[in-house]
Each structure stands twice: as structure tokens, then as C-alpha cells.
């Protein structure tokens, strides 16, 4: 794989972790809520007025783009697994931001996906 389509990827693996996140915090922002007919729109008004939502959504749509012109320069075979990435991403940023816990068995898991990553890039 090149540094052009390696950057591809990985940029658009970023770009996706960073959506959960502002996804996440947009979410806190609002609270729990409870679905219901009658709160749709009310809910669905205040997660749209949220900048972490709307960031959220703004990196999703450039991560989409990025990652087709990622897939057009890598096997899907290959490109694929790399996004198992955004979990590493995310688990190391949301145990930063919010104070989610990482546990031993989420250690091994992370290291087990490092690994296959590394694997595959070599390949």
C-alpha cells in the first residue's frame, strides 16, 4: 500500500472515530430521552441544533468520500479490517473525554486487533 492510499484510509478511519465521538457528545449534551410518538419531533429538533451532532454528521460525509477514494486505490479485503482502527481510536478517546472504562479484556481485544492491522498491512 502506498502513503497516498494509506493516508486515504487512514484519514477516513479518523474522520469516522471522530463522528462517534461528536455523536457521543452531542448526545450527553442532550440526555436520555425516552422514544415516543409524541417527542419525535421535540427530540429530534434538539439533536439537530447540537454542534457536536451536526460536526458528528459533517465527518461522516467527508469520511464516506475519503474512503472511496481510498477504495479506489486498495482492495476492500484490505481496507476494510483498517477500519477495525476507529475502535482503538475510540476507546482510547472515550475513555479520555468521558470516562468510559477500558478494561483488561478490552486491552487484549485492542492488541489482538493491532495486531491482525499490522498483519494485513504487511501483507
Known sequence: MDLISLTCILSSVILNA???????????????????????????????????IIGGLAC??????VWILGLSRVDVSIAYPMLSLGYIINAA????????TI?????????????????LVHS
Do not use: C, D, H, M
Not at 417527542?39 to 447540537?50: D, T
Open 18 to 52: 471522530s463522528a462517534q465521538l461528536l455523536l457521543k457528545a452531542g448526545i450527553n449534551a442532550v440526555g436520555y430521552f425516552e422514544f415516543s410518538v409524541t417527542n419525535i419531533v421535540p427530540i429530534s429538533l434538539r439533536l439537530v441544533s447540537q454542534w457536536p
Open 93 to 100: 478517546v472515550a475513555w479520555y473525554l468521558f470516562s468510559e
Open 60 to 65: 461522516y460525509s467527508v469520511s464516506v468520500i
Open 103 to 119: 478494561s483488561s479484556q478490552k486491552l487484549v481485544g485492542i492488541a489482538i486487533i493491532l495486531l491482525g492491522v499490522v498483519v
